[in-house]
């Protein structure tokens, strides 16, 4: 609890794990399966080790989130095979959130949040989904992106 506290990420839950509205706090893009763990290496190796917040399901549909700055999902197209999670007039879309330490499974951080405000370049990210996504990268197994 203290270390949510401290770095002001009060958006985390304490334990297990919560649903937050989506374009508060952050909008997230999710990517399933293999492909949503391939656009996480890659992003792990573009920005040295540090890409921004990304939540992991370990079951069911095996997504990948990644947290980025409110309202950067918008007003862009994102490639197939992406799903974008923000909050508008018509819609609200809400993303899991688990909480640091404990047990919060199905869900762990692959990348935690570092401090505030630090998110998933979402240009970058989208640069690269669309690349990955188009050319079936991740089932290829290539690594050269």
Do not use: C
Request: zero cysteines; a positive charge.
């Amino acid at each position: 609890m203290a270390a949510n506290r401290e770095e002001n990420l009060d958006w985390i839950p304490i334990s297990g794990f919560q649903l937050r509205k989506a374009g508060v706090q952050f909008d997230a893009v999710r990517v399933d399966g293999d492909d949503g763990r391939a656009l996480a290496d890659h992003m792990e190796r573009l920005t040295g080790g540090d890409p921004g917040p990304v939540v992991v399901e370990a079951n069911g549909r095996r997504s990948v989130y990644f947290l980025v700055p409110p309202g950067s999902t918008t007003h862009r197209p994102w490639p197939r095979g992406v799903t974008r999670l923000n909050a508008g007039p018509t819609h609200v879309g809400y993303v899991p959130v688990p909480a640091l330490q404990g047990r919060t499974w199905p869900l762990s951080w692959r990348f935690p949040p570092t401090r505030p405000g630090r998110y998933v370049h979402a240009l970058l990210l989208r640069s690269v989904a669309t690349v990955l996504l188009a050319h079936g990268v991740s089932s290829q197994g290539r690594s050269d992106l």
